[in-house]
Every structure is written in C-alpha cells, then in structure tokens.
C-alpha cells in the first residue's frame, strides 16, 4: 500500500462514506509514517552501538 492507493480510493468514494473514509485514510498514513520513523530511529541506534562495541 502507498499513498496512491490511499488516493485513488478516497477520490473513488462519495458523501458521507467520502469523510469517514478520508479520516480513515489519514490514520493509515499517519500511523505508517510512524511506524517507519520508529523503524529508522531504532536501526541507527543499532548501528550506532555495534560501532561502539568495536572500540
């Protein structure tokens, strides 16, 4: 799933299924990006103490 997807459906959609569906959306992206800085973040710590315990 990307952001695309997450746009073609909320383009494809009317009324008010239209506004649930685009909140829905959001939280989907939302907690993706989260879930990816989360990522990042605890990988570089990672590679930042493996580098550590080779001095």
């Not at 746009?7 to 992206?29: E, I, M, P, Y």
Request: with cysteine; aromatic share 14%.
């Amino acid at each position: 799933m990307d952001r695309g997807n997450i746009g073609n459906v909320d383009t494809a959609s009317v009324g008010k299924a239209w506004v649930s569906l685009r909140s829905q959306s959001f939280v989907a992206v939302l907690g993706h990006y989260i879930a990816h800085i989360c990522f990042q973040f605890f990988r570089e710590l990672d590679a930042l103490f493996r580098k550590m315990d080779d001095y």
